[in-house]
Each structure stands twice: as C-alpha cells, then as structure tokens.
C-alpha cells in the first residue's frame, strides 16, 4: 500500500495531467478564423478611441487596503476575545498594543484624507 505522500503526489500529478489535457484538447479542437474585425476591441459597435489606458486614483486602492487591515484585525481578535480569561493579563496587555497601533494608523489615515470620498 503506497504512503501518504505518494497519494498526494498522485492527486496532484493527476491535476497536472487532467488541467494540461483540458487545455491541450481545447488548444487543437478550437477553430481559428483570426480576421481584421474580430481581433478588433468591442466597445457595443462604437469604433474604439484613445489609448485602453484607464488612469485610476491612488485614492481608491488606499481605502481599499484600509478595509483590508482592519478588516483582518478581527482574525487576530476573535481568538483572543474567546481565550483571554486563560492566557491572563500578558495578553490583554499585548491586545492593547496591538489596538492602539491600529488606532494611531487610523488617526493617520484620516489626518492624511485617505477616508475622504470624493
């Protein structure tokens, strides 16, 4: 009987072999008919105009990874919250830490107008 490893490693071998075999299928069974009008970009009948650049503001991934960050501060809350009578005081020392520099990067955000949306 094979170990542990060795059907793990069939699992992903087979996943190699079934994800290329998909693609590969796929690769020779497609008909190509590459034309001016069809390698086109499609913009609902409209000829396309300018550059497919799209100049996007700062402004919004900053709010974004600020919803990430605090957003994630509860995975680190939620365990403590339901252990802290057993770890003791240390811990709840540390979470104050760990809160007050959650707190000073929100004042700073605010200061610098990163929660302002305009």
Not at 19 to 45: D, M, N, Q
């Amino acid at each position: 009987m094979p170990g542990a490893n060795a059907v793990i490693f069939l699992f992903v071998a087979a996943g190699i072999v079934f994800g290329a075999g998909a693609l590969i299928a796929a690769w020779l069974l497609r008909p190509s008919l590459p034309y001016a009008r069809k390698l086109s970009t499609y913009e609902c009948g409209i000829q396309p105009t300018g550059t497919s650049e799209v100049k996007l503001n700062i402004r919004f991934y900053v709010f974004a990874l600020l919803f990430v960050v605090f957003d994630v501060e509860i995975l680190y809350i939620y365990p403590w919250a339901v252990t802290v009578k057993e770890v003791g005081s240390l811990a709840l020392a540390e979470m104050a830490v760990f809160l007050a520099v959650l707190f000073l990067g929100l004042i700073y955000a605010w200061r610098k107008g990163a929660l302002v949306w305009e």
